[in-house]
């Protein structure tokens, strides 16, 4: 066996045995996190007074009641728990540091609340909306989303919302299968939510709603069932498929990577023909939706992580926040990040490149000047071996994913990780060690 044919036999093998995992993956963070951590307050100074425009991803972690599948950090403490009044109390002390620190003239772009529910907090929300609003400035920002799921949203409540400065709804619907719902603990009936979708056509007008497929007890048909309801609603749609890797509660009767891939792509051509696009992976928009926020982050761009688990890139760092939320409110300053990676011109560059890479396709002569460097000489091998193994192609000056390559979304990237990083990660025991080995070496020192 020849050197090449060796290469894709281990990689062939080491694709097999991560089968199992998602199609697509939902999340993602690069450098994983663990792999290294750095002294924190000190970077953070100086990186956060170079930013100049900037996103929001905030976190708020409490919702109605527990899904089996979810992943998230959250918790179901009923609206009178003291923990919601203390999460505000430290939340708007974070939210002092960032405000206060930001260098003058710093605009701010986009801003997502994430949960957890964030509707499920009621007025607390629009306060925090509120005060986003006094302490940044948002008056170039074009997009302000929150997450939002059923039984959340009374009449009156989306223009609450948007009269303090929400344009944007993300709408957890996940299947319209009503026996799935109940199985996976979601409390609430199909018209209840069809009735949310027009009212926050009629009041928001830009909302998305999130899918999920391979839930367990749901019929063949399912995903594509849901779609063609929601495609009379909603302009933007999120595909995910269940993960039963990250949800904690055990439903996952996860199918193979390969029936999670037929059904995506099934449910691609259904929204496609009826003229939605394709934005980063499982996003579809058409007229009227946007996911602006989405692109500023696969796009490498600042996000201030605010809010217990949120993850924050500043220019030169990386961030995670203490993800309990009883130790971030206790915390002692009001600095909540418990993890941080600085990174240096190589990360830098292999966070753009894999992200890119795992979202959208990366326009090669961009990179190549953004970054001083050459993919084709530093990856020659890697690229060889993968574009002859069918896993990536290059079109139209984009290096990207081929249909047989997107099912290893989450592991063909991670190899256009740089030396040093794959020497941590093999220490790791990652599963990717054994490929790592054989491409680890960058031909030019150069990146
Ligand atoms: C942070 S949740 C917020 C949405 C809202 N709380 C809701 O559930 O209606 C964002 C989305 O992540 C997805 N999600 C959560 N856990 C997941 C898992 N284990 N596998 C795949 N997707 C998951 C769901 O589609 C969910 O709507
Ligand atoms: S999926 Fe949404 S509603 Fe369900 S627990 Fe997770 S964040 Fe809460």
Same mark, same amino acid.
């Given at each position: ?50 930013? #100049? ?33 203390? +999460? ?10 960032? =405000?206060?620190?930001?260098? =003058?003239? =710093? ?51 989306? %223009? ?10 993300? @709408? ?103 003229? @939605? ?17 989405? +692109?500023?982050?696969?796009? /490498? ?18 961030? &995670?926040?203490? /993800? ?29 490149? &894999? ?16 970054? #001083? &460097?050459?993919?084709?000489? &530093? ?53 990717? =060690? ?6 680890? %070496? ?6």
């Amino acid at each position: 066996m020849n050197k090449n044919s060796r290469l894709h036999q281990k990689l062939k093998d080491t694709f097999n045995q991560m089968e199992m995992d998602f199609y697509p993956c939902f999340d993602w963070q690069f450098p994983p996190p663990g792999v290294r951590t750095d002294n924190p307050s000190s970077i953070f100074q100086q990186s956060l007074s170079q930013v #100049n425009d900037y996103s929001i991803y905030l976190h708020v972690p409490f919702c109605l009641s527990v899904c089996k599948f979810c992943y998230y950090s959250v918790s179901a403490a009923k609206e009178d728990n003291p923990i919601r009044q203390n +999460y505000l109390k430290a939340l708007t002390r974070e939210i002092e540091v960032y =405000a206060n620190n930001l260098p =003058a003239g =710093a605009q701010c772009e986009s801003v997502y609340i994430g949960g957890g529910t964030p509707t499920a907090m009621g007025s607390y929300l629009t306060d925090i909306v509120k005060l986003l609003h006094e302490r940044f400035d948002l008056s170039q920002c074009q997009e302000f989303t929150v997450e939002s799921s059923p039984n959340t949203l009374s009449r009156s409540y989306p %223009k609450e919302l948007k009269v303090a400065g929400v344009n944007r709804v993300s @709408y957890g619907v996940q299947t319209l299968e009503q026996n799935v719902l109940h199985d996976v603990n979601r409390h609430y009936d199909v018209p209840s939510i069809l009735g949310d979708l027009e009212m926050l056509g009629d009041i928001i007008g830009n909302f998305n709603v999130d899918t999920m497929y391979d839930l367990p007890g749901e019929s063949e048909g399912a995903i594509l069932n849901t779609l063609t309801t929601l495609m009379r609603y909603s302009p933007g749609i999120t595909l995910y498929a269940l993960d039963p890797i990250r949800e904690k509660q055990g439903v996952g009767v996860h199918e193979t990577a390969e029936s999670a891939q037929r059904k995506f792509h099934t449910a691609k051509q259904l929204l496609t023909d009826q003229g @939605y696009n394709q934005l980063f992976q499982n996003n579809f928009v058409r007229s009227g939706g946007s996911y602006i926020h989405q +692109y500023r982050r696969w796009d /490498n761009l600042p996000v201030l992580g605010i809010g217990p688990s949120a993850q924050g890139y500043l220019p030169r760092l990386q961030y &995670t926040n203490i /993800n309990n939320i009883k130790q971030y409110i206790d915390r002692e300053d009001n600095f909540s990040i418990i993890e941080q990676q600085a990174l240096d011109h190589t990360l830098e560059a292999a966070r753009e490149l &894999t992200t890119k890479l795992r979202f959208s396709g990366v326009n090669v002569d961009d990179f190549n000047e953004k970054y #001083n &460097t050459d993919i084709f000489t &530093t990856f020659s091998e890697l690229i060889d071996i993968l574009i002859g193994g069918n896993q990536i192609e290059f079109v139209d000056g984009f290096l990207k994913l081929t249909v047989a390559g997107e099912r290893n979304n989450n592991i063909i990237p991670m190899m256009f990780s740089p030396d040093e990083l794959t020497g941590e990660l093999c220490q790791m025991k990652h599963p990717l =060690a054994p490929v790592f080995g054989e491409f680890g %070496k960058r031909q030019s020192a150069a990146y």
